[in-house]
């Protein structure tokens, strides 16, 4: 069984982030007790009538930071892009900071699906920090109260985000439920647990398959000492922080 040497690296947006030292594999992890569901990527996530996945709000459309979430349209930049075509006809185009370079930044399939991908979403000033990690860098997340896991990676950034929002296909995989990032149904309530493996990415980073990355989570959880460790590992949190 491998032995974690656990760290209390620092505290960020108040919450106390820790490194992990399992000898071949480092990490770090933290708790977030009131985690956050994002539908960013989703090609219906928003509309301009508001009637998206997520609320209008989300994406910074009206106010300026819209071009962080959305795509600007190329004949009239001061207004993001809507679908011409297809069941999203109409939806604006939600960006993700992980990308499919085989399809060009104006179309909505080059941006993680936040229903279909279990990715977190992390802020571009922790992302800044030495050995935060990158989009593309795989991560597990664990309910505390259910033991339940969703097998990730990040795959946004950005100025006004949570300390680890999760994916809606995250959330889902979490709770067990179809979650809405809009209604609030089937996401989680409790505290979350976060394990991120930092220059843990791939390349080509994007696109994978659920398959590929739940395989690489494992064999990157192993090194830790498997799933089990995770459970441990919360326990400990736990007394540090209390």
């Known amino acids: 069984m491998a032995v974690l040497m656990i760290e209390h690296w620092m505290d960020f947006a ?4 820790h490194r992990i030292d399992a000898g071949a594999q480092r ?7 009131r985690p956050r569901v994002t539908a960013q990527g989703a090609p219906d996530a ?7 996945r997520a609320h209008l709000r989300d994406s910074g459309w009206p106010g300026p930071e819209w071009r962080e979430r959305l795509v600007a349209d190329p004949h009239w930049p001061q207004r993001p892009l809507r679908q011409s075509q297809g069941r999203c006809a109409g939806y604006f185009v ?3 900071a992980l990308s499919d370079p085989r399809f060009p930044r104006a179309s909505a399939h080059a941006y993680l699906d936040a ?8 802020p571009d000033a922790w992302l800044r920090h030495d050995g935060a990690g990158a989009p593309g860098d795989f991560a597990v997340v664990r309910e505390r109260a259910s033991g339940r896991l969703s097998l990730g990676l990040i795959g946004d950034g950005g100025r006004g985000r949570a300390m680890g929002e999760v994916s809606e296909r995250m959330a889902g995989d979490l709770t067990g439920h179809r979650a809405d990032a809009r209604s609030g149904r089937g996401v989680p309530t409790g505290p979350l647990l976060y394990l991120v493996f930092p220059g843990s990415r791939r390349e080509p980073a994007w696109p994978l398959q659920t398959a590929e990355i739940r395989a690489r989570c494992e064999q990157l959880l192993r090194r830790i000492g498997g799933m089990a460790q995770l459970g441990r590992l ?6 540090i922080e209390d």
């Not at 990490?27 to 007790?33: E, I, L, Q, T």
């Not at 919360?234 to 007394?239: D, F, I, K, Q, V």
């Open 14 to 17: 108040g919450v106390a982030v």
């Open 27 to 33: 990490a770090y992890a933290f708790v977030n007790p």
């Open 94 to 96: 939600s960006t993700t």
């Open 115 to 122: 229903g279909r991908v279990p990715y977190l979403a992390m």
């Open 234 to 239: 919360a326990e400990s949190l736990e007394r």
């Open 46 to 52: 928003y509309h301009p009538d508001d009637t998206g």
